[in-house]
Each structure stands twice: as C-alpha cells, then as structure tokens.
C-alpha cells in the first residue's frame, strides 16, 4: 500500500548543512578576522546539536527553538576555539545561515515529482519560520510545515511524528517519514509510520575515494539512493 | 512601513465558496434524487457558520475542526429542506467540498506576485488538512499554514492572530491581514495588525445590476480591488 502523505526530514536529508554553513560561516567571520578549517567548524556546530535538544526530549527542559539552541551551541563551540566572543549581530548573522540552506542537487525536482503524487510536508526540529524562509532560500515547495513547532518537542520525542500524522488527520501507518538518519526512521516506525532511508554520503562532506555510498544499517521499507530515486520506487 | 508577512483570510477572499459549493453539491445530491435552489443552499450551509463556531470562540465549546462543524451545520440544513437524512458517506463527500474550493480568478496569479516579495500565510478557520488539500487543488502556494489549527481557535479570537505572528516570529504590527470580511479586519487590528481589505463584491453569489463594488463601512491600510491591485499598492 503506498502512503497518503510524505514527511521529511530536512537538515541533512533535503538541505546540505555542512557545505552551506562552512561557506556562509567563512564569509561572515573572515572579514571578522576569524581564520578556521571552516568543515571542521560546520561539524563541531552540529555536533552540539543532538546533546542540546535531548534534555528536551527527555523532559529536563522545557521547549526552546533551533535558534535558541544554534546560538548557545555557537557561543560554547567558539569558546571551544579560543575565539572572543562576538558581537550580537554578527551571532545572529551566523545563527540565521541555518534558515538557509542550500538543497541538495536532486533535492527540489525530486520532491517536485514525488509532490505531484503525494503531499509532502516537512517533519523537521526546525521551527516552523526557519522552515518556512529555508523553503523560500531553496525553492522548495511543501504542503505543510509540520515537526517540532507543533508538537513544541524535537524528533526522536513520538509526540513530533504523532502530531504531524494528527495535523494530516492522517493514521501514522499511512504516512512515510523520509530521512537519511536511523534513529529518525526508527523512532518513526516505533510511531506505525512507514520508513524511506535516502543515502546522503556527502552529509558530513567529502570521503576519501568513491566506494563510500552510505547504505543503511537497519531495515526500512524503502531505501533510496536520491528523491529522483524514491520518486522512481514510488511510482511518480 | 510594508509589513514582513501577508496573513490570507481564505474563504471567501482568496476562493469562490458560495459558486463551487453550489455546483458541487449538485453534482452530489442530484443523482441521490435532491433538487434545491443550489445558490440558496450553499448560502443556508454558509449562514451556519458563525453560529456553529461563536462558541468555541466564546469558550463554551471546546475546539471542533470545520470538517466537525460543517458537518453539524450540513445536517441542519438538508433537515430544514425536509430532506431525508444522507448515507454516511455522501455526507462526508459534501463535508469535502469545502476542501476543495475553486480560487477566484485573480487568486492564483495574484498571489505569486505577493509571495515573490512577502511570506504568505494562510489565517484561516480552516484546519491544516483542509488548507493543505485546497491549495493543492486550487494551486496556490503558501509559506506557511497558520490560523486555527495552531491556535486550536476560530477567529476573530485573538488567539488566532496572534499564534500566527508568533509562529512567524514576527511582532503582529509588522503583519498584514488581507480579507474581505470586516469583522476579521476588525479583530486583525485590535491585535495590532495591519489590515488589507479585499472586494469580493460575487461572495454571495452575483448581485443585481454592475454597480455593487463592495466598498467597505470601516477604514483600513489598503482597500484593494483584487489581489492584482494588492500587489500594485504594495510595490510587487
């Protein structure tokens, strides 16, 4: 049975994260004075992401969006760096890189194919304003901008696919969270909802040779090499 | 100052209720043997309205979807005709209609001039599903689904205005209400909107003679004659 809707997962799996925010990050904090391996500095940012969001999901904090916690992961990893602290709008600045992203090459015509058949929402952490001005940067349409601003809660917390189902007036079990991470796919699964893995090899950059093609560990119902792929499995 | 969003009453200002449900319902309950004044039902069903959802606005009800309402409202009406009730399912296909309204002819065209310039948003008493389904029909594109799902609220409760601002995180003066009903103006500004009224002198349904341009009582920022002339007045 095909799903009725799609629900995406969107840093990483839609948008190049680590290319976007090492380019951007360059060309706001150079002129600063700031010289760093600007990858290395995009993956010491992520890498605070999981750790700042999870007392959240475990009830140790109440909800604060990803601007909230993008600037107090960018405050601790500069410090990290020996770096003095800078001023508040170029924080800001830098804060706001990650409401635009770049897509991923097949990113907007796959999700246009896959948009023809399906409704396609975003299911992401981020609040619903970042989604809604990253969808604007990318030219991304979607049907609804549904994840953590609704559900006041970041993925993997069942409330966040729960309450996109819910807004869908959609069971679980007919709608398919597409991402490119295990513990989303699987969080949603423990949720009834059908899994799309899509290999993103390229999300923490580069590796060395060509063999890398960051197939999955666990068993979902589909597994994609990219949206033209998934659109092809699900018969757009 | 222009504002940094667009918030879209979408019922009447943005589609064609009163001409889509006329010829929808007809296409449904002739064959089941109904025959009305189509226009006269389609005005009988909207009239419903307010009344069904003033007290969840009142708090005397808890929030309802408009598929719950339209429902209660529909049954009311097809009683009031006489008519015998309707099977389960034809009902629930009539509730549909209103997920699948036609846009008025500017609409579409109108509002892709907007949205190149503003954020878009949908402050409508329709649920998330409801709007999500209309745009897909009627091909309009939205930045973000807002109104009363989020706010678990009708309009003209505050609530609703100011959920939507916050979800955009935006001030409320620095959004704009665009609608062609006074009321929702009204409640608009006492939250601090801005307020963009739109003339939809054949919401009704036609009116007799080509004089009636439906020239509101109260005054707001902009008075426009569609969307087109929206986006003249707004430098799109």
């Given amino acids: 049975m095909p799903p ?35 990858f290395a500095f995009a993956k010491a940012w992520r890498n605070e992401y999981a750790p700042s969001f999870m007392p959240i999901v475990k009830g140790e904090r109440s909800y604060a969006d990803l601007d909230v916690l993008h600037r107090e992961n960018l405050l601790r990893v500069l410090a990290a760096e020996g770096l003095p602290p800078q001023d508040a709008p170029l924080v800001a600045e830098l804060v706001h890189i990650w409401h ?59 409330r966040v696919y729960r309450t996109a189902a819910s807004w869908m007036r959609l069971e679980t079990g007919d709608c398919m969270m597409v991402a490119t991470h295990e513990n989303d796919l699987k969080a949603a699964a423990e949720c009834g909802l059908k899994t799309a893995y899509v290999c993103r090899p390229h999300e923490w950059g580069r590796r060395d040779g060509d063999g890398f093609d960051d197939m999955p ?20």
């Fill in 100 to 158: 635009r992203l770049d897509p991923w090459p097949d990113a907007v015509g796959g999700l246009r194919r896959l948009r023809a058949r399906f409704p396609c929402c975003t299911v992401s952490n981020g609040h619903a304003a970042l989604m809604a001005a990253m969808a604007r940067h990318a030219g991304l349409e979607w049907d609804l901008i549904l994840g953590s601003e609704p559900a006041q809660q970041y993925k993997p917390h069942p």
């Fill in 4 to 38: 009725s809707a799609l629900f995406f997962d969107v840093f990483g799996t839609v948008v190049d994260w680590h290319g976007t925010v090492a380019r951007e990050a360059a060309l706001l904090l150079e002129p600063a004075g700031v010289t760093l391996d600007w």
């Fill in 217 to 236: 560990e666990g068993r979902y119902d589909l597994v994609a090499r990219d949206f033209h792929d998934l659109a092809d499995q699900l018969g757009c």
